[in-house]
């Protein structure tokens, strides 16, 4: 395989003889440029994507569209609303428009509407005009094939139109199994459902109701169905089981469910809609495990004959697959297959299942667009965030990446450490995976103080993509160590489902053998080793401190240690029945994932605790709760909360005020970086 781009980059950012270049710095985080969502036009000439940056001034991340030809030439800014953000561009049919989201507002001074709502661009730039102006504001929408039309997601108004803003808001009434999800808030009885908008006149009709959510259109080619993700029956909340749906786009037509799989049937949390075939007879998605495996079974390929029902797996693997595409004639699918450590975009022939990588080496593919046999594809590598380039075939037949759109040149005149793949085996054998980063000066023979990273999840991994906290620890004189424990996507079933109902046992480990792999290579020093994460990240760094006291610091970031502390309090509880049962009648399922709370009496090492105040998904309760028994036992620690955000943080002051105080928590700790 040949990634021409990919290549020029590592080599220029491996060249450590311009020792005058400064590595990457917490300031920096205000300069990186993160790419989504490309789509590419019918004809396959152009590429609309989101760009995603610090605006210094707001304090806020913002995301504008670009567009780039095809055939290469300078990307062109379609969008510039400094204080509001536009996303999800998708080509009208005929490449005329764009259309969007944007929270950018609608109307003057008082009366100046700021929802979410469909906006259209024309193809090269220019005024926006407002498509839709649904009272509860929309999520997600997809183009009819006549581009006359667009279905849309739209949530249930909070209150009925033209009835007056209340004084103060009304109480928050819910009757719901699960009523709170981060980013959204308290779930009550409003529910997102389907409206049918026509794009000239921006009048809306809605398609469903109903005490269900609707969710991830795709309009068939022949303008007949629109299919779309839903999960019902009896108590939805209760159950995983999502499904797929569809309905004729005329006002009063009735759903039919197409698919039957008892679990989980292209779960919205694996970011990928359903897409037709070219002839409208079949769908591609995605099939996960029975209930009870929650996210631990990977996500497979699936394709769904329309008029039977019928679904076969093309292409059977222990991986997790995403984002399929058709290709032109209906024979193949493009996707993106995960393997240890990287992901790569693949063609998959559905009459044989054979697979094709279309894209290799040490990186990781995270979205892709097909457009007329023309492919794109949306990833990084190591020293590299994501770039959009266009996948075709060099002169020897192979494939081969022609670079389209880099925002993150500037990253040239930053040294970047190298980050080495490591190999060792758990104490009951088992082969395990990682990832070294040395620091920027490192000198053979000499050992550093060393960080443990612990990914999230816990279901992910560790994968060869832009981490910019490790180039940060690099260029500060901190070697960092990242191991994909049990529990870790990448490596089939088994490996993931090793920790199944039971939390920090083999999981911590794997990441200590990690740790003392390292130090037997000669570069961690055994006295200065540190220890951090965030989300499963937290709740697995404090369940290594519980039992081992060979760290110096750690930082706990959205963690938790007392499950029945959370249970009931975040968005979790359907999970933690499926997985640990009740807290009530499984004490010693729940005894067992509280372990470093229960036993917090163990812990000896210094210990930052950070979240997020508004996270839903790990709230602050459980980071507090750690805090305070550290408080009681007097074990050094400090608790750190950032106002008014997600579990994934977005302000740029708050991303770059974590990079520095857990720079200043590890420097307090094992020292400011440097060898011995």
Not at 480 to 501: L, T
Request: hydrophobic letters at 35%; proline letters at 7%; a negative charge.
């Amino acid at each position: 395989m040949k990634l021409r781009h990919c290549a020029s980059l590592l080599l220029a950012a491996a060249l450590p003889a311009f020792a005058a270049a400064p590595g990457l710095s917490p300031a920096d985080y205000d300069r990186l440029v993160d790419l989504t969502e490309p789509d590419l036009s019918d004809d396959g000439r152009w590429v609309v994507y989101t760009a995603s940056a610090a605006n210094v001034e707001e304090d806020l991340n913002q995301s504008d569209l670009w567009r780039v030809a095809f055939a290469g030439g300078e990307p062109k800014r379609l969008t510039d609303t400094p204080k509001h953000s536009e996303w999800r561009p998708q080509w009208s049919p005929d490449g005329k428009h764009v259309a969007f989201l944007s929270d950018r507002p609608h109307g003057r001074g008082d009366d100046a509407d700021d929802s979410v709502q469909v906006w259209l661009v024309k193809a090269g730039g220019g005024r926006a005009r407002r498509i839709t102006s649904l009272p509860g504001g929309v999520e997600d929408f997809a183009w009819s094939p006549d581009g006359a039309r667009m279905v849309v997601v739209a949530w249930d108004p909070e209150r009925p139109a033209g009835t007056p803003e209340p004084k103060q808001p009304p109480p928050i009434v819910t009757t719901r199994y699960q009523f709170k999800e981060d980013g959204t808030g308290y779930l009550t009885h409003l529910r997102k459902h389907l409206y049918l908008v026509d794009v000239g006149s921006g009048r809306a009709t809605q398609l469903t109701q109903g005490d269900t959510d609707e969710m991830l259109p795709a309009w068939s080619p022949d303008g007949r169905t629109i299919a779309f993700v839903s999960k019902r029956g009896e108590d939805p909340d209760r159950h995983l089981n999502t499904d797929l749906y569809l309905i004729a786009p005329e006002a009063g037509a009735r759903a039919r469910q197409l698919t039957t799989f008892i679990g989980a049937d292209l779960d919205p949390y694996w970011e990928t809609r359903p897409t037709w075939s070219p002839d409208s007879t079949r769908i591609a998605y995605l099939q996960g495990g029975e209930d009870r495996w929650i996210y631990y079974a990977p996500w497979q390929l699936a394709v769904v004959d329309v008029a039977s029902g019928k679904a076969t797996l093309p292409a059977p693997i222990d991986r997790c697959v995403t984002k399929p595409r058709w290709s032109a004639d209906g024979r193949a699918l493009y996707a993106l297959f995960e393997h240890s450590r990287v992901t790569h975009l693949s063609r998959v022939e559905l009459a044989s299942g054979q697979v094709t990588p279309l894209t290799g080496g040490l990186r990781f593919d995270y979205d892709l667009d097909v457009e007329s046999e023309r492919i794109v594809v949306l990833g990084g590598t190591d020293h590299q965030p994501y770039a959009l380039s266009a996948v075709e075939s060099d002169a020897g037949g192979e494939p081969a990446l022609r670079l389209l759109a880099d925002h993150n040149r500037w990253l040239a005149q930053r040294r970047l450490a190298p980050v080495e793949p490591i190999f060792f085996k758990s104490a009951d054998g088992t082969a395990l995976e990682g990832l070294l980063v040395k620091p920027l000066d490192h000198q053979p023979g000499r050992r550093y103080p060393t960080i443990l990273r612990i990914h999230g999840g816990p279901v992910y991994q560790y994968s060869h993509e832009f981490m910019p906290d490790w180039q940060v620890y690099a260029a500060s004189g901190y070697a960092v160590v990242a191991v994909n424990p049990r529990g870790s996507s990448g490596r089939g079933f088994d490996f993931a489902r090793a920790i199944y109902a039971d939390w920090g046992s083999l999981d911590t480990a794997d990441v200590l053998a990690g740790v003392d792999h390292v130090v037997a290579m000669g570069v961690a020093d055994p006295e200065r080793l540190g220890i951090g994460g965030w989300s499963y990240g937290g709740i697995l760094t404090n369940s290594v401190i519980a039992r081992d006291g060979r760290f110096k610091a750690a930082i706990a970031g959205a963690g938790v240690a007392n499950v029945y502390g959370l249970y009931g309090h975040d968005q979790y509880t359907r999970e933690y029945r499926l997985e640990l049962g009740n807290p009530w009648s499984q004490r010693e399922q729940y005894d067992r994932a509280s372990f470093p709370f229960l036993h917090a009496d163990r812990i000896s090492t210094p210990t930052l605790y950070q979240c997020a105040e508004m996270d839903y998904n790990v709230p602050c309760l459980g980071s507090e709760q750690m805090y305070q028994a550290l408080r009681e036992l007097r074990v050094p620690t400090q608790l750190v909360i950032y106002p008014g955000e997600n579990h994934g943080l977005t302000v740029p002051s708050y991303l770059r005020d974590r990079m520095q105080r857990n720079l200043d928590w590890y420097g307090r700790y094992l020292g400011q970086g440097g060898a011995k």
